[in-house]
Nanobody, 111 residues
Framework: QVQLVESGGGLVQPGGSLRLSCAASRTIDSIDFMGWYRQAPGKQREFVAF??????TNYGDSVKGRFTISRGSAKTVDLQMNSLKPEDTAVYYC??????WGLGTQVTVSS
């Protein structure tokens, strides 16, 4: 039983940056992991990044070098998004242990 609260979505120009945050209702243990997925209109849900309780990270190919996932606290994970492109426009979902999902936050990259 865990709830996720997302924040940080919005509108940004191409080349700009946004920082998303996801707060879980329980402590992220070393065996747990949290991540971000996104879904654009007409496309399948796409893996963005994940981080384990031990701070092991992984990224999708489309965001490597531009996005950084990190632990903000024992219950929080952040996603720093730099050099944003229009193709990054999507609803971004926070995920916990492949079982729990946030409601999603809209990221729109447009001039």
């Amino acid at each position: 039983q865990v709830q996720l609260v997302e924040s940080g979505g919005g509108l940004v120009q191409p080349g700009g940056s946004l920082r998303l945050s996801c707060a879980a209702s329980r402590t992220i243990d070393s065996i747990d992991f949290m991540g971000w997925y996104r879904q654009a209109p007409g496309k399948q849900r796409e893996f963005v990044a994940f981080i384990t309780g031990g701070n092991i990270t992984n990224y999708g190919d489309s965001v490597k070098g531009r996005f950084t996932i990190s632990r903000g606290s024992a219950k929080t994970v952040d996603l720093q998004m730099n050099s944003l492109k229009p193709e990054d426009t999507a609803v971004y979902y926070c995920m916990y242990n492949s079982r729990y999902w946030g409601l999603g936050t809209q990221v729109t990259v447009s001039s």
